[in-house]
């Protein structure tokens, strides 16, 4: 290829530098969200897997007994009995001075060796100080950089077993390694000797779990030979519903990211056909020179190479930095949503930069394919025309709007049918969205026709119309763009809004007390802490109850893997709050069923994720072996993404389950009582007991929840304000585009006497024209992507049913914000053509 | 209202008028020029030598460097944009050498537009103005077609009409015969005329045909960036 040819090509950039930095733009966002949301992710679930493993170590199977633990004896008899891979685990919660959430692991370092060797450094030295020093423990390495505590010093830990202070070793200080503080060192695992968890998380003489490790042949040996209330679990079961929640909320986001690669995509298509046109005279010029189509061809492509590789490495910088931010985000999300998870910082993977960089590059020169050969077909007739370009668009408009109806037919199909469950729900959404942007440039025709026609009599309105529908390879792009990202704002604001609105529904009935009493330490399944029921009388001497109700979650085996138990002695009337979807039996006869038989509600996401209905039985570990409990009903809970099975104390106590304690008390106060008094009267009661607990309102509960849901879609927001510049940026390059290319005809129009003012008005007209287009498309669009992401995607990912809310102040808003954007874009346009010098305007061939 | 430096009655004065393009050096070195009510003046020249430059000085696109340019009296320097296109608007009227016709607007549409940004007319009266204008160029059936459907003279005819519309007291035409070949050229600047005499506006045409220009009141030449007389017919306007 000449180098002249390539110089007469490129020396465009120094003559519109604004319209080039445009592509570039497009191709840094694209690949810079991408980027950045993948890198979090990775991130996130290394983390994740990190704190997986450290918990569970190299064992196959864990023998788990029931929620209150079991005696350590049977450790020694299985020792004894020549079962020597086994570890014996007492686990659970507890909370540091500064209120956040720790794990501690309590192990027996000298049978440790083979479980968790290299993930916590057992077998090392500081583990001999675990076994000889009573009360030391072993936080993570990286706790002691971020709290800036000192090797040795003594920390206050808030468990199941009240306030007790420890050392906190740090290991490198021990090792005289001061360069063991690696990123690695992150994680909420604080391990411990098990004599030292079981004071401080209330197990003395008694263990959660032992570990073992065994062969496919030796499985059913053990199983035979534990006692009855002992469990034989394969690993895998456990934290199987954790990972795949937290991998489902990964994919959410990935699809999010995608979604603002595709408007990225849009862009770039616009600025790289406006580059290809602006250059029309250059390309028949070379040609007329005898420039072959291939060198043209190639020359287009080549610059989309440049502009792609250039956009991809600038992107690559700013979706790392982007990435730090986004880590902090989605661990937050797992933590608080699955498994405590420490933020580790970001480091890219070459893996991971090198997809990035094949899909930005790529991203670009497919962009740049159809104007490259756009180029070189029209390069033949001498002058490439506008008009046969806009006359194609307009043909294709038509059989994308062929196609489109194909795809969307394709993506009903998948949703009616169900197929592929999460991911087909991800590509039934992206048919349907790709059906309708593709009906976009047809319904764009038409709609402009008929404005055309409405202004007939109307000059100026009427060459904005015309001039729109003229330039359809122009104005069609842009406005899919901004269609797509206002109808993804709205297609979130309807998922989260519906969501939220839900949650909150469900908040104000779960929540049916006046006040809670619960334990100061972190509440959990296992290990947690509880409260002694025999405080019920004095709690209601105190507080003046009419009603006490208590609850309590616990781990218990089922046949479908370990399951969260919620054990309720509830409120009388509390049926009449409990949202029930479904129900073998009527309402009236419910509570009594449940209290009288082997009964049990299920959650809805445990209906999904188990496959569950109504009438099914449940088997369920107790004292002696399984017994069925059937299902009666599922009821809407949005507590534990898992699932939840609920029964109430009386089946459960008449099941031969062991007590465990009170979770949490609820009160129902008389009405009209001074509440702050009765709060002030509990808190002086409770300051004297010698288990740390305290008198939380039904508000706060529900603020710290919705603080909560808040923190997890906040990154969408992020995402979502990213995908609207993009769109912005797509709409102002169009209409940049659209006025340079009319810029002959504005001069014409002024040299007739239309006044500057006229020629912004007339911009400003056509930035409105397509902006309120995008806005009124994007509502049926963003309303079907939100009922999609509820009653599709969500369903599959979380088993979580909401109630569809239409979320119209933000829809209004959303639209507004469209029109705005457009309108905004057209400013910079309008008043560059409105200053525009006329004579060489009017120079320009045509 | 009469201003300083117009010659008295000129529809166009041009008094020691300088121009140049940024940067480059000048194109007009001092050019005095009147076009009298209803003269029509043909101007000649070499290519670059300023002819067309001269032309948007005249319809205030360009603003002169130095000396006055007035039309119909009033002065153009020191008006603002907005102000000059005012006045262009109302007095002017441009035919262009490549039609210049707003392709997204029909024939009759394109007529009708100077009607729009200068008069008060209601939509009937300038659709009924701009048909009869049109009839006039020998459009009359060709309205409702979009510029591209029509040939190069019809365009230009269609440039013409729309020059005419709102009878400007001048009329600009930078080369509207270059486009055409010599047949077609020779139809469209006969009509120019006839319809230039018909409405009573000045003209100020700039071609190379020395044959077409001597049939114009008077001949100019363009050199050495001044505007020189060439042994014109100075016959008196009629
Ligand atoms: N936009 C511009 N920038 C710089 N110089 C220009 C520009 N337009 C014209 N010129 C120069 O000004 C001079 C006069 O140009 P003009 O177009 O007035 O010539 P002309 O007499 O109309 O020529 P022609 O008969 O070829 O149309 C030329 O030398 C040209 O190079
Ligand atoms: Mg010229």
């Known amino acids: 290829m000449s180098l002249l040819v390539l110089r007469a090509w490129l020396r465009d950039w120094r003559r519109r530098p604004l319209q080039r930095l445009l592509t570039l733009v497009g191709v840094i966002i694209g690949v810079a969200v991408v980027l950045a949301v993948d890198l979090a992710n990775q991130s996130a679930q290394r983390a994740f897997d990190r704190s997986m493993d450290e918990v569970a170590g190299a064992a196959t199977h864990q023998v788990l007994g029931p929620a209150s633990g079991f005696d350590e004896a049977l450790y020694r008899e299985l020792r004894m009995a020549g079962w020597r891979d086994t570890a014996p685990i007492v686990e659970g919660p507890a909370r540091l001075p500064d209120g956040s959430t720790i794990y501690v692991l309590g192990v027996d370092p000298l049978a440790e060796g083979p479980f968790r060797g290299a993930a916590s450094d057992i077998g090392d030295v500081p583990v001999q100080r675990l076994v000889t020093e009573p009360g030391t423990i072993l936080p993570p390495v990286g706790w002691f950089r971020d709290s800036g505590r000192a090797h040795e010093s003594r920390v206050t830990l808030e468990a199941a ?43 003395l003489g008694r263990l959660d779990r032992i570990d073992v490790r065994l062969t496919d042949a030796e499985v059913d040996v053990l199983a035979e030979a534990l006692p009855a209330e002992l469990e034989l679990v394969p690993v895998e079961s456990r934290g199987q519903a954790a990972r795949e929640l937290a991998q489902a909320f990964r994919t959410n986001l990935t699809a999010m990211s995608l979604l603002a690669l595709l408007i990225a995509a849009f862009l770039i298509y616009n600025t790289q056909t406006f580059a290809v046109l602006r250059r029309r005279e250059v390309i028949a010029s070379l040609r007329l020179v005898g420039v072959g189509r291939r060198a043209i061809f190639g020359v287009v492509l080549l610059e989309a190479l440049l502009v792609g590789v250039i956009g991809t490495l600038l992107g690559a910088v700013l979706g790392i930095a982007l990435a730090q931010v986004l880590v902090a985000q989605v661990a937050q999300t797992v933590t608080d949503h699955f498994f405590a998870v420490a933020v580790t910082g970001v480091t890219p993977r070459p893996l991971a930069l090198g997809a990035v960089f094949l899909l930005g590059v790529g991203l670009s020169l497919l962009a740049a394919l159809a104007p490259a050969w756009e180029a070189a077909r029209a390069a033949g007739a001498g002058t490439t025309g506008r008009g046969g370009l806009e006359r194609r668009a307009r043909r294709w408009a038509a059989w994308l709007a062929v196609l489109s109806m194909a795809l969307l037919l394709a993506g009903g199909g998948l949703i009616v049918t169900g197929a592929g469950a999460l991911v087909g729900g991800f590509v039934a959404l992206f048919l349907l969205i790709a059906g309708l942007v593709l009906l976009l440039p047809w319904v764009l025709v038409w709609t402009l026709r008929g404005l055309a026609a409405l202004v007939r009599g109307v000059t100026l309105p009427r060459i904005a119309v015309r001039s729109l529908e003229r330039s359809l390879s122009r104005s069609a792009p ?22 939220r609105g839900s949650v909150e529904q469900w908040l104000g009935q779960a929540l049916t007390s006046d006040l809670y009493v619960v334990p100061a330490a972190p509440a959990s399944a296992r290990g947690g802490a509880r409260l002694p029921e025999d405080w019920m009388a004095d709690l209601v001497a105190r507080s003046g109850a009419v009603s006490v109700s208590t609850g309590s979650s616990q781990e218990v085996v089922s046949e479908r893997g370990l399951v969260d138990l919620y054990v309720v002695r509830p409120h009388a009337n509390w049926l009449d709050y409990l949202p029930l979807l479904e129900s073998t039996v009527a309402r009236e006869a419910l509570g009594e069923r449940l209290a009288t038989e082997d009964a049990v509600l299920v959650t809805e996401p445990f209906a999904a994720h188990h496959d569950v209905r109504p009438g099914d039985r449940l088997s369920l570990a107790v004292p002696g072996g399984q017994r069925p409990f059937e299902v009666l009903g599922i009821y809407r809970d949005y507590g534990n993404p898992s699932g939840t099975v609920l029964m109430t104390q009386a089946a459960f106590v008449r099941a031969g389950m062991p007590p465990d304690g009170v979770g949490s008390f609820g009160l129902r106060l008389p009405a009209g009582v001074d509440v702050e008094a009765v709060v002030e009267r509990l808190e002086a009661w409770l300051a004297e007991q010698d288990r740390a607990a305290l008198v939380t309102r039904p ?117 507004l914000l469209g029109i705005g954007a457009a309108l905004l874009a057209s400013a910079i346009p309008a008043w560059r053509m409105a200053r525009m010098r006329l004579v060489p305007a009017l120079r320009e061939v045509p | 209202m009469e201003q300083q430096g117009s010659v008295e009655g000129a529809v166009l004065s041009l008094t020691d008028v300088a121009f140049a393009y940024p940067g480059e050096g000048e194109v007009l070195h001092g050019v005095d020029f009147a ?81 729009e940004l200068a008069t008060d007319l209601s939509a009937g009266e300038r659709r009924e103005r701009a048909a009869a204008q049109l009839e006039a160029v020998g459009l009359g059936d060709k309205g409702a077609r979009y510029p591209e459907a ?65 049939r114009l009141d008077r001949v100019l030449t363009m050199r050495d960036g001044l505007l020189q007389s060439a042994g014109s017919t100075e016959a008196a306007p009629a």
């Not at chain 1, 529900?702 to 906040?714: L, N, P």
Request: proline share 2%.
């Open chain 1, 699 to 815: 508000g706060d509960i529900e603020q710290e929840s919705m603080a909560i849901f808040d923190r997890t879609f906040a990154i969408t927001h992020l995402l979502r304000v990213i995908t609207l510049v993009v769109a912005f940026i797509a709409i102002l390059g169009a209409l940049m585009a659209l006025q340079m290319e009319r810029a002959r005809e504005f001069a014409t129009l002024r040299s007739l006497g239309l006044l500057p003012g006229g020629v912004r008005s007339l911009v400003v007209l056509q930035g409105g024209v397509l902006g309120t287009f995008a806005a009124l498309a994007a509502i049926p669009l963003g309303l079907g992507m939100g009922w999609l992401l509820i009653e599709v995607i969500n369903r599959e990912a979380f088993g979580w049913g909401m109630d569809l809310r239409l979320p119209w102040d933000e829809v209004v808003e959303t639209v």
């Open chain 1, 478 to 499: 842009a406005t899919s763009a901004l269609t797509l990202a206002l109808a993804a704002a709205i297609g979130v604001a309807v998922m989260v809004g519906s969501f």
């Open chain 2, 150 to 214: 029509l040939s190069g003279g019809e365009q230009q005819r269609v440039a013409i009409a729309r020059a005419l519309v709102h009878e400007p007291a001048l009329i600009l035409a930078d080369e509207p015969t270059g486009n055409l070949d010599s047949r077609t050229g020779e139809t469209v600047f006969a009509l120019l005329l006839e319809q230039a005499r018909a409405t009573g506006c000045s003209l100020l045409l700039v071609t190379h045909s020395h044959e077409l220009a001597g």
């Open chain 2, 35 to 115: 076009l009298r009510a209803g003269e029509r003046v043909a101007i000649v020249g070499e290519s670059g030598s300023g002819k067309s430059t001269l032309l948007h000085l005249a319809a205030g696109l360009e603003a002169a460097a130095r000396g006055q340019v007035h039309l119909t009296g009033q002065a153009l320097a020191g008006l603002d944009e907005a102000a000059r296109t005012r006045l262009r608007r109302g007095r002017v009227g441009i035919v262009f050498q490549s039609f210049h016709l707003i392709p997204t607007l029909t024939v009759l549409e394109n007529v009708m537009l100077p009607l």
């Open chain 1, 161 to 203: 077993g009240g306030a007790r202070e420890v050392t906190a070793i740090d290991r490198a200080a021990e090792r005289d390694q001061a360069d063991a503080a690696t990123d690695e060192g992150g994680g909420s695992l604080w391990v411990t000797d098990i004599a030292t968890a079981q004071g401080l998380l209330d197990r």
